[in-house]
């Protein structure tokens, strides 16, 4: 193209006002919360890059179809169209829809593991993980070296590490009731999977006949990625893509509320009749009747338009654009963060950046109080507080220590991004000053959502 800017391929219909702050209105906020950023009002919050998880703007298409939402109990004419949209991407036969990503991984979980099972992904994310171990089986990671080292360029440092699934697989015979694949491998920096390592791993497990499942989340996002660095990709479309990586595999789980570009959603989806049969009586259990799963007939329409938004190649452009902005403008500071840039969010190195913040002192959690006291911008760690104490209760400190920067789809500006930018680099300035914090009160799972803290001395 002749021209360099990468203009939103939209335009703004609605606005939603933003309540301006000061710093000590926000530093009482943080103080009243414990220093928890998932403890704020979000009306106490400037721009909030929390989560991309159902935080997006939804289209006039999305709210369109939920104008005709069917709310019929049962058979539903919205649920077969959710069902088609699913169906013509990932080409399962059985599709079950939930409230979210987290209870398609209950319910999978549920059915599948048993204690002592093991469970191998690239890396598991935060509820992930924790269903998992809440059936007493192991959560196991198994990234490629390159996905630990956070200055190394590798154009998909979100792959499984083969070669050690094959000795898990071969070790472990019997015991690995499901291999996942976490695309993009959000805990490792939103670094995407490439077709390739897909293709391997999913030829391993069905050579030991293990049931392969994704974790599809951001399906869309790692599809353009691959579109665009991998071999052989260039001339594919993202949905070409995507049906490819799911043919791969034997189901999947997914969280609408990213690739979905819904504020509400997910589903479970898979070949195995069996298996769906007993999923399906858990569903009824837990989310309600098979055809709208917890949802309601209007979610269904939104999913069903959002998941083909979430693959037009104008918008996918558009958003990984946005989040290498933000990151060249960090190189350029000297800011360290995860390199390459991934696919929804910037992360930051709290590590590197605050090298005199020990693990146990959380550097991650203190960078995200900081940013949300110095800009009113609020962020997540995915560091040693999320990943750091271990099923049996010890704690480990986590292979990274991060404060991911997620992006809303359709949310922000440029402008924004360059504000956030101003804010990250006033806060190298006083880096050194920055201190770390300690747990006063935690739950024993998923305790960053609401563990308090408070700041260690000087």
Known sequence: MKFKTIIEPFRIKTVEPIRQSTEAHRAA???AAHYNVFQLDAEDVLIDLLTDSGTGAMSVYQWAGMMKGDESYAGGR???AFVGSVREITGFRHVIPTHQGRAAEHILARAMLRPGSIVPNNTHFDTTRANVEHCGAVALNLPIAEGREPETIHPFKGNMDVAALARVLHEHAGNVPLVMMTVTNNSEGGQPVSLENIRRASALCRAHRVPFFLDACRFAENAWFIKTREPGCADKSPLAIAQEMF???????MSAKKDGMANIGGFLAMNDDALAATCRNSLILTEGFPTYGGLAGYDLEA????LHEALDPDYLHYRIRSVEYLAEKMIAAGIPIVEPPGGHALYLD?????PHIPPHQYPGWALSVALYV???IRACEIGSVMFGRQPDGSERPADLELVRLAFPRRVYTQSHMDYVAE???YLNTVAKDLRGVRIVEQPPVLRHFTAKFEPLPR
């Open 423 to 425: 804010v990250l680099v």
């Open 374 to 376: 110095a800009g009113g």
């Open 247 to 253: 043919r791969m595999a034997d189901g999947c789980t």
């Open 350 to 354: 709290a590590r590197r950046w605050l």
């Open 303 to 306: 999913i069903a338009v959002g």
């Open 78 to 80: 919205s649920f077969h």
């Open 29 to 31: 906020a943080i103080r």
